[in-house]
């Protein structure tokens, strides 16, 4: 793991980006997750909610957000952090990875860090490339910039194919 993901982030706050995600009662999950955010992390920037079509596999309609907040916690105690919220709130993670949810929330951007599992990256989350991940994120963090690309996530969504779709806003 580089150093910039873990050891450093326990010196200062880091710039962190999540995809939150639901289809099974998501504006109530949603909600919840977030105001267990906002006691979590204090200040936390939200995106307007979207309401998506599910993703390989056939299920209900997503509604998917994004939120940006400053950690000082090394990467992995983040993600603990955000998997107990999402078990919380009844994450089923016994069935199919692509399947109906109550709550999703993956860390995207840890800072500037390119965080790799063998030959795989992990953060920045490859969903990335998905629209219900990228327009949120561009709508809380425009000139954030990608670590990979190193272009900027308005560039990023300006360039997606569904950028000039329309997307459901849902209120939460």
């Known amino acids: 793991m580089p150093e910039n993901a873990d050891s450093a982030a326990s010196r200062r706050p880091v710039e962190v980006l999540l995809s939150l995600g639901s289809n099974i009662d998501p504006e109530?999950?949603?909600?919840?997750?977030?105001?267990?955010?906002?006691a979590m992390f204090g200040e936390v920037t939200?995106?307007?909610?979207?309401?998506?079509?599910a993703v390989g596999f056939a299920g209900?309609?997503?509604?998917?957000?994004?939120?940006?907040?400053r950690t000082a916690l090394?990467?992995?105690?983040?993600?603990?952090?955000?998997?107990?919220?999402?078990?919380?709130?009844?994450?089923?993670?016994?069935?199919?990875?692509?399947?109906?949810?109550t709550l999703d929330v993956d860390v995207v951007f840890y800072g500037d860090a390119v965080v790799?599992?063998?030959?795989?990256?992990?953060?920045?989350?490859?969903?990335?490339?998905h629209a219900f991940v990228l327009k949120p994120l561009a709508d809380i963090a425009p000139a954030f910039v990608d670590p990979l690309?190193?272009?900027t996530l308005t560039d990023l969504w300006r360039a997606h194919p569904q950028?000039?779709?329309?997307?459901?806003?849902?209120?939460l």
């Open 28 to 38: 109530r999950y949603l909600r919840l997750a977030l105001d267990e955010l906002r």
């Open 46 to 53: 939200a995106s307007p909610a979207y309401r998506t079509a």
């Open 60 to 69: 209900a309609p997503f509604i998917n957000a994004a939120v940006g907040l």
């Open 74 to 101: 090394p990467l992995p105690a983040l993600e603990d952090a955000l998997h107990a919220l999402e078990d919380r709130h009844g994450r089923d993670r016994a069935g199919p990875r692509l399947s109906d949810r």
């Open 116 to 129: 790799r599992d063998g030959a795989r990256v992990r953060v920045p989350r490859p969903e990335l490339k």
């Open 149 to 151: 690309s190193g272009a």
């Open 163 to 171: 950028h000039d779709q329309h997307f459901e806003v849902v209120r």
